[in-house]
Nanobody, 114 residues
Framework: QVQLVESGGGLVQAGGSLRLSCAASASFFRFATMAWYCQAPGKQREFVASITVGGSTDYADAVKGRFTISRDNKQNMVYLQMNSLKPEDTAVYYC????????WGQGTQVTVSS
């Protein structure tokens, strides 16, 4: 059973925007603080942003002021609005619970050209 499906990535020029989406299984979503992570080639997967069920958010310093995480608790969806993208944002982006408790999805590739 697929529990996390990410979409919305693509190729964009520096300064551009993308909106990522994550469809999550209802079996855990309504109780979970959700998060986005990214993994660049040759690097560890790292935290980007998180959002609690009640909507409180947290961001990695590198994306504060540029990215916005949101969720739709009725549709079991998590979103990541990415603005002012930089080449260093290039990575595969994944969603999961903040404790990384679910099997990882396939991720969605974000490529930012300079």
């Amino acid at each position: 059973q697929v529990q996390l499906v990410e979409s919305g990535g693509g190729l964009v020029q520096a300064g551009g925007s993308l909106r990522l989406s994550c469809a999550a299984s209802a079996s855990f979503f309504r109780f979970a603080t959700m998060a986005w992570y990214c993994q660049a080639p040759g690097k560890q997967r790292e935290f980007v942003a998180s959002i609690t069920v009640g909507g409180s958010t947290d961001y990695a310093d590198a994306v504060k002021g540029r990215f916005t995480i949101s969720r739709d608790n009725k549709q079991n969806m998590v979103y990541l609005q990415m603005n002012s993208l930089k080449p260093e944002d290039t990575a595969v982006y994944y969603c999961n619970t903040v404790t990384r408790s679910r099997p990882w999805g396939q991720g969605t590739q974000v490529t930012v050209s300079s």
